[in-house]
């Protein structure tokens, strides 16, 4: 049962160092949008603060965070099956960390082959649709900054998730819109 449960853990790391490195591959990629200084500071992951520049120079906190909880990890799954016992509650701390690794890198754009949301990339055959949520005083997110207030929640639904960012004014919603519908085909 030890040895099932560690490869289990290790396929799962698996999966997570895969997205990592892709990710990390295709933010190498140009943008597609947002190019403009001004089109940055149009889109947010959070309320509070524009998203960084798609480089890793920009991105330090998240590759940094994701590579040390990866690394961790690896490290507890391979000593624990080395280990004469076996601490099988603490796997399950770990459940939480896999669901919430994206929520380190404060990154949105699109790229030629997709979309870089937060720590993953959704290729464009897993888009399915797209719409915008105005932020208004029944929104989630209205409040927060008076950037934010007035503005759209770009909700994105793929196969298996939904992709979101803030954008805080008409004109970068147009650019989204007219980015996102030349990719989509519609």
């Not at 290790?10 to 200084?37: S, W």
């Amino acid at each position: 049962m030890k040895i099932v449960t560690g490869i289990l853990f290790l396929l799962c790391l698996g999966y997570f160092y895969y997205r990592f490195f892709r990710l990390l591959i295709k933010m190498k990629q140009p943008a597609v949008f947002p190019k403009t200084e001004e089109d940055w500071r149009t889109i947010r992951k959070q309320p509070q603060k524009a998203v960084d520049l798609p480089r890793i120079s920009h991105q330090k906190t998240g590759f940094f965070m994701n590579g040390l909880i990866l690394v961790f990890l690896t490290i507890f799954v391979i000593g624990n099956l080395f280990s004469s016992n076996t601490n099988w509650p603490a796997y399950l701390v770990f459940i939480p960390i896999f669901f919430n690794l994206s929520q380190v890198w404060n990154l949105f754009s699109i790229v030629e082959d997709g979309i870089l949301d937060g720590g993953r990339f959704v290729p464009w055959k897993s888009i399915q649709s797209y719409h915008f949520v105005p932020i208004d005083t029944n929104h989630r997110f209205y409040g927060y900054s008076h950037e934010v207030n007035g503005g759209y929640e770009l909700k994105i639904q793929t196969k298996r998730s939904t992709a979101s960012c803030i954008v805080t004014s008409e004109t970068g919603r147009e650019k989204v819109t007219e980015v996102l519908d030349a990719h989509l085909g519609i």
